[in-house]
């Protein structure tokens, strides 16, 4: 479903069916079926909707990141612990 969201975002909105000179604008049909079958997956996976899976992923995304520091943090500490005790002997 990731990848399908990936996919989606990737396809504009919109759509120039008109010339250099003299553009048209329209909807892209392409983006109109991407999001109506990513709603439907959304759905079938217990999103209510595209906004609320991106807002998931943001979450995740956050919460990664900070774990990943609090890690990385960790690790340093025990270094620098390393490094005094091994200056005292």
């Known amino acids: ?3 399908q969201y990936i996919k989606y975002t990737n ?3 919109t759509t120039n ?4 000179k003299e553009p048209v604008i329209v909807d892209n049909p392409n983006h109109i079926a991407a999001n109506k079958s990513l709603t439907q997956a959304m759905i079938a996976n217990g ?6 899976f991106q807002t998931y992923i943001t979450r995740y995304e956050i919460a990664f990141e900070t774990e990943t520091v609090r890690i990385g943090v960790g690790m340093l500490q025990q ?5 005094y005790e091994e200056e005292r002997d």
């Not at 069916?17 to 250099?20: E, L």
Request: charge should be negative; avoid cysteine; hydrophobic fraction near 40%.
């Open 1 to 3: 479903m990731y990848d």
């Open 11 to 13: 396809i504009s909105p």
């Open 17 to 20: 069916i008109g010339t250099i």
């Open 47 to 52: 999103f209510a909707s595209i906004e609320e």
């Open 79 to 83: 270094y620098k612990h390393n490094l």
